[in-house]
C-alpha cells in the first residue's frame, strides 16, 4: 500500500533513519497512510509527528503535558496542545482524526483504559507503542535482584518514576479483548530492535519482544 | 515629578491630532458599525515598524488591550514612557521587527487619535462624547482590516494581541479567516464572563456617579471626571493582579510611616500604590473611551454571531492558532482560552495552546516572560517558515 502511494518511500524512510529517526517511529510511519489526519497523545517533543508530517505528508496534531516539550512543538511548526491526556480525550469529536497515535505513553496515563477508549472513539485507528514489561530482562531483574527493574529503556526507580502503569503485551492484548479492538497488525521488536518473527506464539513475543507496536480498529 | 496638568494636555491633543502616523477615511468612506450607525468622515491612528518585504508575506498585526495604545516598541509621546511591549517587539525580539512588518492601531473608540468619543464630531466642531456610536470588538476589526486594505496588506502573517487584544485576534480570525494565515491570542476568552461585565459595570458607575463627569460632556466644560476614573482604574487594576503578587509586592508593609494613623489616609503601601495607578491613569486616558471600550468587551461573545456554538466560528479555518494562558490570571483563567482551543479542536483547527506558569494575574501577558517570549518566538518562526518568510 506505501509503495503505491508513494513510490519513493523507501529510499525517504532510508535518509530518515540515517538522519537518526528512532527505529519505532518509522514502524509508526510504515503503519500510516500518506496525508493521513493524525492525533499523537503525549507527543512529546514532537519528533514522531514531525517524522509522520515530512515523511508520510500527514496533518498531525498533538498532546503533551509538559510546557518546555510544546515549546518545541511549536518551534517545529506542530500544533500542540498542552494538555492531560487522561483528561482532555473526552473534548475531541469522533471520528475526528484516521490515526490517534499513543508512542510509549500508556503507561503514564492514569486511566490507561479510559484512555484507550476514547482513542477507538476519535481515531478510525488506534496505534499503541510501549515497553514490553513482559521482556525477559524484566523478568530477570524482578526475579533475580528481587528489584523493581530500571533498564535503558525503563531508566527510573519506582519512587520517581512517571510510568504508574506498566503493562505487557499479554496484558495489553487481553485488555483490546476487552474493548472489542480489532487487532489489525501487531510487531514486537526485540532488543535490537529487530522484529520477533510472526509466526511465534504470544507468550514468546511476551518473553522477547522489548517494545511493541499495535494497529487497533473498533470492532 | 510629573507634571499632571502638562499630561492631561498632551493627552488631549492625540485625539485629534495625534503624535503618529494617521489615516483619514473621507465622508464617503463610511464604517458600518455593529450599532447600526455608520462612522464618516473618520480616522485611524497607527504606528508601523520594520519593512514590508516584496511580496507582502511579512505583515504582523499587534491588537492592543483596554488601556493600550498603538506605541508598541516607542515611547509614549504623552508619558515619555517605553512601548508597552518593548520587551516583545524589536530588533531581535520574538516579533522581530528586523524580519517582520508589524502594524499596530489605536482601536476604534480609543482616545489616542482613532475616532472615538474625545474626537470631534465634525458636524458640530464638539468633542462625540456619549453621542459617539456604541464600540464593538468587530467595529474595531473592521476599522483595522479597512487600515490594512489602504496599506496594501491584503493578508497577515500573524495576528497578536492580549486579553482585549486577544479578543480582537479571535474576531480576526472568524471575520476574515482568508487574510490571516496564524493568530495568537493571549490572556483572552471567545465571551466576557459576568464577573467580568461586573468589574467593568462598578468602574463605569465610578466615572458616571461622578459629577464632573457631566453628563459625558466633560471636555466642552473643560473639566474631567477624574476621581470616577480613578477609582474604576483601581478597583481594575486588582483585577489584572493575583493575590500572591500583592502579598509578594506589598504585604501589610505600611507607606513612609512607623504605625498607622488611625484615619484614611493610605496607610498601606498598597494604597498608595492603588491611589498612584488612578491618578497618572486619569491624566492620559479619556473617562468616555473606558466606558466604551469596557463596554466593547462587554458585548464580546463570538459564539453569539454563530448560533451560540463557537466552533462554528470557525469552520473550515485554515489559520493556524496559537492560544496561551497564565496559571494566576483569575480575570481571563485557562478555562476560557481552553473553551477556545475545545472550539478550534472540533472546527479542525491547526491549534496549539500553551498555559505559561507565573504568579502576577493578568498583567503576566504585558510583562518580561521568557516562557511566553519563547513559545511566541517558536510559533511565529515555525508561521514565518511555513509562509516563505525570511
Same mark, same amino acid.
Given at each position: 500500500?506505501?509503495?503505491?502511494?508513494?513510490?519513493?518511500?523507501?529510499?525517504?524512510?532510508?535518509?530518515?533513519?540515517?538522519?537518526?529517526? %528512532?527505529?519505532?517511529? =518509522?514502524?509508526?510511519?510504515?503503519?500510516?497512510?500518506?496525508? !493521513?489526519?493524525? @492525533?499523537? /497523545?503525549?507527543? +512529546? &517533543?514532537?519528533?514522531?509527528?514531525?517524522?509522520?508530517?515530512?515523511?508520510?505528508?500527514?496533518?498531525? %496534531?498533538?498532546?503533551? =503535558?509538559?510546557?518546555?516539550?510544546?515549546?518545541?512543538?511549536? !518551534?517545529?511548526? @506542530?500544533? /500542540?496542545?498542552? +494538555? &492531560?491526556?487522561?483528561?482532555?480525550?473526552?473534548?475531541?469529536?469522533?471520528?475526528?482524526?484516521?490515526?490517534?497515535?499513543?508512542?510509549?505513553?500508556?503507561?503514564?496515563?492514569?486511566?490507561?483504559?479510559?484512555?484507550?477508549?476514547?482513542?477507538?472513539?476519535?481515531?478510525?485507528?488506534?496505534?499503541?507503542?510501549?515497553?514490553?514489561?513482559?521482556?525477559?530482562?524484566?523478568?530477570?531483574?524482578?526475579?533475580?535482584?528481587?528489584?523493581?527493574?530500571?533498564?535503558?529503556?525503563?531508566?527510573?526507580?519506582?519512587?520517581?518514576?512517571?510510568?504508574?502503569?506498566?503493562?505487557?503485551?499479554?496484558?495489553?492484548?487481553?485488555?483490546?479483548?476487552?474493548?472489542?479492538?480489532?487487532?489489525?497488525?501487531?510487531?514486537?521488536?526485540?532488543?535490537?530492535?529487530?522484529?520477533?518473527?510472526?509466526?511465534?506464539?504470544?507468550?514468546?513475543?511476551?518473553?522477547?519482544?522489548?517494545?511493541?507496536?499495535?494497529?487497533?480498529?473498533?470492532? | 515629578?510629573?507634571?499632571?496638568?502638562?499630561?492631561?494636555?498632551?493627552?488631549?491633543?492625540?485625539?485629534?491630532?495625534?503624535?503618529?502616523?494617521?489615516?483619514?477615511?473621507?465622508?464617503?468612506?463610511?464604517?458600518?458599525?455593529?450599532?447600526?450607525?455608520?462612522?464618516?468622515?473618520?480616522?485611524?491612528?497607527?504606528?508601523?515598524?520594520?519593512?514590508?518585504?516584496?511580496?507582502?508575506?511579512?505583515?504582523?498585526?499587534?491588537?492592543?488591550?483596554?488601556?493600550?495604545?498603538?506605541?508598541?516598541?516607542?515611547?509614549?509621546?504623552?508619558?515619555?514612557?517605553?512601548?508597552?511591549?518593548?520587551?516583545?517587539?524589536?530588533?531581535?525580539?520574538?516579533?522581530?521587527?528586523?524580519?517582520?512588518?508589524?502594524?499596530?492601531?489605536?482601536?476604534?473608540?480609543?482616545?489616542?487619535?482613532?475616532?472615538?468619543?474625545?474626537?470631534?464630531?465634525?458636524?458640530?466642531?464638539?468633542?462625540?462624547?456619549?453621542?459617539?456610536?456604541?464600540?464593538?470588538?468587530?467595529?474595531?476589526?473592521?476599522?483595522?482590516?479597512?487600515?490594512?486594505?489602504?496599506?496594501?496588506?491584503?493578508?497577515?502573517?500573524?495576528?497578536?494581541?492580549?486579553?482585549?487584544?486577544?479578543?480582537?485576534?479571535?474576531?480576526?480570525?472568524?471575520?476574515?479567516?482568508?487574510?490571516?494565515?496564524?493568530?495568537?491570542?493571549?490572556?483572552?476568552?471567545?465571551?466576557?464572563?459576568?464577573?467580568?461585565?461586573?468589574?467593568?459595570?462598578?468602574?463605569?458607575?465610578?466615572?458616571?456617579?461622578?459629577?464632573?463627569?457631566?453628563?459625558?460632556?466633560?471636555?466642552?466644560?473643560?473639566?474631567?471626571?477624574?476621581?470616577?476614573?480613578?477609582?474604576?482604574?483601581?478597583?481594575?487594576?486588582?483585577?489584572?493582579?493575583?493575590?500572591?503578587?500583592?502579598?509578594?509586592?506589598?504585604?501589610?508593609?505600611?507607606?513612609?510611616?512607623?504605625?498607622?494613623?488611625?484615619?484614611?489616609?493610605?496607610?498601606?503601601?498598597?494604597?498608595?500604590?492603588?491611589?498612584?495607578?488612578?491618578?497618572?491613569?486619569?491624566?492620559?486616558?479619556?473617562?468616555?473611551?473606558?466606558?466604551?471600550?469596557?463596554?466593547?468587551?462587554?458585548?464580546?461573545?463570538?459564539?453569539?454571531?454563530?448560533?451560540?456554538?463557537?466552533?462554528?466560528?470557525?469552520?473550515?479555518?485554515?489559520?493556524?492558532?496559537?492560544?496561551?494562558?497564565?496559571?494566576?490570571?483569575?480575570?481571563?483563567?485557562?478555562?476560557?482560552?481552553?473553551?477556545?482551543?475545545?472550539?478550534?479542536?472540533?472546527?479542525?483547527?491547526?491549534?496549539?495552546?500553551?498555559?505559561?506558569?507565573?504568579?502576577?494575574?493578568?498583567?503576566?501577558?504585558?510583562?518580561?516572560?521568557?516562557?511566553?517570549?519563547?513559545?511566541?518566538?517558536?510559533?511565529?518562526?515555525?508561521?514565518?517558515?511555513?509562509?516563505?518568510?525570511?
Amino acid at each position: 500500500m506505501s509503495r503505491r502511494d508513494d513510490p519513493d518511500y523507501a529510499s525517504r524512510k532510508a535518509a530518515f533513519a540515517a538522519a537518526g529517526a %528512532r527505529s519505532d517511529h =518509522l514502524l509508526l510511519a510504515d503503519m500510516v497512510t500518506p496525508g !493521513a489526519r493524525v @492525533l499523537d /497523545v503525549g507527543c +512529546g &517533543d514532537g519528533s514522531l509527528l514531525a517524522l509522520l508530517r515530512d515523511l508520510r505528508g500527514a496533518d498531525g %496534531r498533538g498532546v503533551e =503535558l509538559d510546557r518546555e516539550n510544546v515549546n518545541k512543538c511549536l !518551534a517545529k511548526g @506542530l500544533a /500542540v496542545i498542552q +494538555g &492531560d491526556a487522561d483528561a482532555d480525550l473526552a473534548d475531541y469529536p469522533d471520528d475526528a482524526f484516521d490515526y490517534v497515535i499513543l508512542s510509549q505513553t500508556i503507561q503514564a496515563t492514569s486511566r490507561p483504559k479510559d484512555v484507550l477508549e476514547h482513542m477507538l472513539r476519535i481515531g478510525s485507528k488506534v496505534m499503541v507503542s510501549f515497553q514490553n514489561f513482559g521482556h525477559w530482562r524484566v523478568r530477570l531483574d524482578l526475579v533475580l535482584r528481587g528489584r523493581m527493574p530500571v533498564t535503558e529503556n525503563l531508566p527510573y526507580s519506582w519512587y520517581d518514576t512517571p510510568n504508574i502503569h506498566h503493562c505487557t503485551i499479554r496484558d495489553f492484548v487481553s485488555l483490546c479483548d476487552e474493548l472489542g479492538a480489532r487487532m489489525e497488525r501487531a510487531v514486537a521488536l526485540d532488543s535490537w530492535d529487530r522484529p520477533v518473527r510472526v509466526s511465534l506464539p504470544w507468550w514468546a513475543w511476551n518473553l522477547l519482544g522489548q517494545q511493541a507496536v499495535f494497529l487497533l480498529h473498533r470492532s | 515629578m510629573v507634571d499632571l496638568a502638562k499630561l492631561a494636555d498632551e493627552a488631549r491633543a492625540q485625539a485629534d491630532e495625534p503624535a503618529s502616523l494617521v489615516m483619514r477615511f473621507s465622508a464617503d468612506e463610511q464604517l458600518a458599525m455593529d450599532c447600526g450607525a455608520s462612522l464618516a468622515p473618520w480616522q485611524i491612528a497607527y504606528q508601523t515598524y520594520g519593512e514590508l518585504d516584496a511580496d507582502r508575506r511579512n505583515a504582523i498585526l499587534i491588537c492592543h488591550a483596554l488601556t493600550g495604545d498603538q506605541h508598541v516598541a516607542n515611547p509614549s509621546p504623552v508619558t515619555g514612557k517605553s512601548g508597552w511591549w518593548e520587551f516583545f517587539v524589536g530588533p531581535g525580539k520574538p516579533i522581530d521587527t528586523d524580519r517582520f512588518f508589524v502594524i499596530c492601531a489605536n482601536v476604534l473608540g480609543g482616545c489616542m487619535g482613532t475616532t472615538g468619543p474625545a474626537s470631534t464630531n465634525p458636524e458640530t466642531g464638539r468633542p462625540y462624547g456619549v453621542d459617539f456610536p456604541l464600540v464593538t470588538i468587530r467595529d474595531m476589526v473592521r476599522a483595522q482590516a479597512m487600515l490594512l486594505d489602504r496599506l496594501g496588506v491584503s493578508d497577515l502573517l500573524c495576528v497578536i494581541g492580549g486579553s482585549m487584544g486577544g479578543m480582537q485576534v479571535l474576531q480576526w480570525a472568524a471575520l476574515y479567516p482568508e487574510r490571516v494565515f496564524a493568530a495568537m491570542p493571549i490572556a483572552a476568552a471567545a465571551r466576557h464572563s459576568a464577573q467580568n461585565i461586573a468589574f467593568h459595570e462598578v468602574g463605569r458607575q465610578a466615572i458616571m456617579a461622578d459629577p464632573d463627569w457631566a453628563g459625558g460632556r466633560y471636555l466642552e466644560q473643560g473639566s474631567r471626571p477624574r476621581k470616577g476614573l480613578a477609582v474604576a482604574r483601581m478597583g481594575a487594576h486588582v483585577t489584572y493582579l493575583s493575590e500572591s503578587t500583592l502579598h509578594r509586592k506589598f504585604g501589610r508593609k505600611l507607606q513612609s510611616r512607623e504605625a498607622p494613623t488611625f484615619s484614611f489616609d493610605a496607610d498601606f503601601q498598597i494604597e498608595s500604590y492603588l491611589r498612584h495607578q488612578g491618578i497618572t491613569f486619569v491624566e492620559r486616558f479619556d473617562a468616555n473611551s473606558y466606558l466604551y471600550l469596557t463596554r466593547a468587551m462587554d458585548y464580546f461573545d463570538l459564539a453569539e454571531e454563530h448560533g451560540g456554538i463557537l466552533a462554528r466560528a470557525f469552520r473550515r479555518t485554515r489559520t493556524r492558532y496559537c492560544v496561551m494562558s497564565f496559571t494566576s490570571d483569575w480575570l481571563f483563567p485557562t478555562p476560557d482560552s481552553r473553551a477556545v482551543v475545545h472550539a478550534l479542536n472540533a472546527a479542525g483547527g491547526a491549534v496549539s495552546f500553551v498555559e505559561i506558569e507565573s504568579d502576577k494575574g493578568h498583567d503576566a501577558f504585558l510583562l518580561d516572560e521568557p516562557d511566553m517570549f519563547s513559545a511566541a518566538r517558536g510559533f511565529i518562526d515555525a508561521a514565518a517558515r511555513m509562509r516563505g518568510v525570511t
